[in-house]
């Protein structure tokens, strides 16, 4: 009979004595592979919020006060977020580093070795910090859905957006209308100045007054005309200004601090182009009260 003893120690070499191992190519592949995805996902929910923070930034908001306020707070949420995304990825890049470097020249990893309990643990942080990314991924969309449910109730209806070639548009135009008003007055002028000449030869002595009167209505013209200059230089300023402002702008929201300084121009370009009404009327009226008593003059 084979001794107890004999059969005991034969049970324990067997158990001792079997090796089992890892094929480091299996192990690096499995690795690999989560590596990739945990990066490939980390790449693309950065990118994600860059553009919601890049397109929420083009709004400027001082962000002091509501909805703006609780946006703002959003954002921060959200990159908070990113940031612990981040760290467990590279957590899971260091893990990967780690591995290679204890594996480095082994095609085989024995059960026997100190590096059998590396990747054994290297397995398990792989897999609990894989599953943290996941729920941070996954509460990350959330917000990103909450942000942009906000922002479409309560911010978009809001902001209004206005196209700076448009505001342009309109200092050329108002200086393009003022040219072209001097050079209509400036021959009306020189007309009515023929026709002042010629009465003035008629009546110089007999109605003298009169001829007074219509070189007055002259005289106050040309000054009222002179005023279109100082009209012109003043929107020309304003032009270069709202230039130097808007230099690489597109477009402005309603939210920036440059739309409050563009509407404090309009409001001076609406004030000139009133101006320039005004002087206009003026002129208008001039002539007028110069063509009735240059008719009355004729009739005589």
Excluded at 136 to 152: L, Y
Aim: include cysteine; charged fraction near 30%.
């Amino acid at each position: 009979m084979i001794n107890k003893i004999t059969v005991y120690s034969l049970i324990s070499f067997l158990i001792t004595g079997c090796t089992f191992y890892y094929k480091t190519a299996d192990i690096n592949k499995n690795l690999f592979d989560m590596v990739k995805a945990v990066n490939s996902n980390h790449q693309t929910v950065k990118k994600g919020f860059q553009k919601i923070y890049n397109e929420y930034n083009k709004l400027k908001s001082t962000d002091k006060e509501e909805p703006f306020f609780t946006a703002r707070a959003k954002i921060t949420s959200l990159e908070k977020n990113l940031e612990e995304i981040t760290l467990l990825k590279n957590n899971v890049n260091v893990e990967y580093a780690e591995f290679k470097k204890y594996s480095k020249g082994k095609n085989k990893i024995p059960s026997n070795s100190q590096e059998w309990g590396f990747v054994k643990q290297t397995k398990k942080n792989m897999k609990t910090l894989n599953k943290e990314i996941n729920i941070k991924g996954e509460s990350f969309i959330k917000k990103v859905e909450d942000f942009q449910d906000f922002v479409n109730v309560k911010i978009t209806p809001l902001v209004k957006i206005y196209m700076v070639s448009d505001y342009k548009q309109r200092y050329i135009k108002t200086i393009e209308s003022l040219k072209k008003l001097k050079a209509e007055n400036l021959k009306l002028l020189n007309d009515h100045r023929l026709i002042y000449k010629d009465l003035e030869k008629k009546y110089a002595t007999s109605n003298s007054e009169e001829c007074i009167q219509l070189k007055s209505y002259l005289v106050e013209i040309s000054k009222k005309s002179k005023q279109f200059e100082f009209i012109k230089r003043a929107i020309n300023a304003l032009l270069k200004t709202f230039i130097e402002k808007t230099e690489d702008i597109t477009e402005v929201y309603s939210t920036d601090p440059l739309w409050d300084l563009m509407q404090q121009d309009q409001i001076f370009l609406k004030e000139k182009i009133k101006e320039i009404q005004i002087i206009q009327e003026f002129i208008k009226r001039s002539y007028s009260q110069f063509q009735k008593l240059a008719n009355e003059l004729n009739d005589k």
